[in-house]
DNA sequence: TTATATTGCGCAAACGGTTGCTCTACGATT
DNA sequence: AATCGTAGAGCAACCGTTTGCGCAATATAA
């Protein structure tokens, strides 16, 4: 670990020091323009020595660009969502710093963009990620608006927003199939908030896989837009009251309160009632019996969602919508 | 909402439009340097009503200054830390934009430091805030060897580091005080990371009171650096052998495997045991029985080492140490 | 050999702000 | 009336990069 009482090294001292311009050690840097093998080489080799870096402020400044991508969070999200976000987090993280961006967080707070605002503004980021969006929401709005990169980890609504998404649709079309195929009829749907664009997706999927099956859907066992625990007890008694066979929650928290509540009622699983989730995130690994659920790769998602916006920033063409995979994981809860 | 089709305007743009120089509107706005009152309000009437933003890259440049800190998330914590750290990361959101500064969040896989040295290389941060450090901690020796402003958020061994933290020491010295006058008194203690700084707080809180009230200590039944299940589960299973009436956890991840050990060992809770943990976090929200808890304010910490870290950034002199309160939340699980 | 590309490199002007210094004008002091 | 102090404003250098253009020197083609 070396002091540094004196000043950084700038490009300057370096051209100086090697009686070269600044021009050459720039380009020896970026590998962009004509420069001579050996002289590149001379060059690189003085910087690696001397821990050269360039100062990330003049380049930007010198190029307009910040080298930042803002990564917009959610503040009120649950326990149970964490571990998801963080997930993603990294692997955007990982992505941007593979190709020497940062990233800079900030929170909405609910639906107000006044930071998103602010950031961009501010000149402080060359593009966006939106992790979750609205049905009508306003951050997708302004940065279209702004014509500034963006992309959306979660489905939008919206037309021309380049998106990144696990296959929630797919993904809860299958389940269901399964679960229709083990000789579950009834299956109750419970969970998820209605202003996310992720929520109608696999509502969707459920009711294409009823269709697919050809059995008619009983909209009366479908409880979307429930996520406080009164409301899901509220649910779970009308499924019990229904006489369904499974229930599909939405989300591990959404599931967290549905077992409790089975567990009160004394209705055992998977005897007496079948249960799958969403997520499988590590709020339920103890559980008994283990939940069979969707699992989802949310490091991946956004890996892919920084690699997306990479492109958008350097102006290349992007598919507007890319979805990536899930597995099903079937476990004793649907035994 | 505008469209922005037309460049962004810049100072020159605005010093032009107003027959003035650029030093006048740049006065005009930081509000140094000698400028007529009149001409200051013309200056800030037009940016207002042209929505001028300065641009931060080429103040930056100019004042050698980001405006950026940097927040050093872990990669690994668990879930049950993570509402923890983002009420945290809000605290330290709100006040760092009320300065005008972002946040450049990044996490460390366990002791690598290798994102920080790259933010503090790259000059993208004036300066850190580093949530939860270890016993020996690289990431804070290099932040010493490069005399980059920073603060720790829990506390840190070292001298000469500037940390922000809840009184741990006090807060477990009180609960167990409580504790043992409420004639407990055989108090097991489980979990915590020995190479957490904190953990040893709370465990010479812990020896405290039980100094204080006279009563002799029994090493016996503190089991410290437990944090997996099973790990858990024989603490909790000596614990039952050597008779202890209340267990207290060090976090609520540890009370949750303890919570479920009990359960299945058919201990009543607080009839044969009481239970204490920290934190209350909405994690342990619906247990039955509600757990006695140890809380703090995670947001005010964030608030609080934001703005000591911007003291620090403008060579102010700060108190090496600030602690903030707790509150003990005294519920069923220990009547 | 001469005309023509091509290569290697440097000059100097940006990029959009801040700031030390200078200059003018004007009110106060003697 | 002459001197001084000061307030208001601008000039120009600077922060540390990138990059379009120009100029030799060398390589290639005729």
Redesign the interface.
């Known amino acids: ?5 004196e000043r ?1 090294l700038t490009i300057s001292d370096v051209a100086e020091a090697l009686g070269v311009s600044k021009t050459t050690v720039s380009r020896a840097i970026s590998g962009k323009g004509r420069i001579g093998k050996d002289t590149r080489e001379r060059v690189l080799a003085y910087i690696e020595e001397h ?1 050269y ?6 380049k ?2 010198a190029q307009l660009k ?1 080298y ?1 991508i803002g ?1 917009m969070l959610p ?1 009120d999200y ?2 149970v969502d ?2 998801f976000f ?1 997930s993603c ?2 692997g955007i ?1 990982e992505t941007a ?1 593979s190709l ?1 961006y ?6 909405s707070r609910g639906r107000d963009c006044a ?1 998103l605002v ?2 961009v ?4 980021v060359d593009g966006v990620i939106l992790m979750r969006t609205f049905t009508e929401d306003a951050h997708v ?2 940065l279209k ?3 500034i990169p963006f992309v959306t980890v979660g489905s939008s609504n919206y037309e021309n927003v380049v998106q990144v998404d696990n296959d929630h649709h797919a993904a809860c079309r299958e389940l269901v199939s399964i679960l229709l195929m083990k000789q579950m009829k009834r299956i109750g749907l419970i969970g998820g908030a209605e202003t996310h664009v992720v929520t109608q997706s696999r509502l969707q999927g459920y009711l294409d896989a009823y269709e697919e099956a050809g059995i008619p859907v009983n909209r009366e066992i479908i409880h979307v837009n429930i996520e406080k ?1 009164i409301m899901v007890e509220r649910a779970v008694e009308k499924l019990l009251e229904e006489g369904v066979d499974c229930i599909v929650c939405m989300d591990d928290a959404v599931c ?1 309160h549905v077992l ?1 509540k089975l567990r009160r009622e004394k209705v055992s699983i998977p005897g007496q009632m079948k249960v799958a989730s969403f997520y499988d ?3 339920l690994e ?1 559980n008994l019996p283990s939940i069979t659920s969707l699992s989802f790769n949310a490091r991946d998602l956004g890996t892919v969602a920084c690699k997306v916006l990479m492109e958008l920033i350097d102006g290349n063409a992007v598919k507007p919508r890319t979805l990536l995979g899930y597995e099903v994981i079937l476990k004793d809860s649907t035994k």
């Open positions: 670990m070396e002091q540094s009482n950084k821990n870096k360039p100062n990330v402020l003049a930007g400044l910040t930042n990564v503040e649950t326990v964490l571990p963080q987090l990294v993280e710093i020497d940062d990233i800079l967080l900030t929170m930071q602010r950031m503004e501010n000149h402080k709005e302004y608006s702004q014509n625990e967290i409790n995130s590590s709020i103890n």
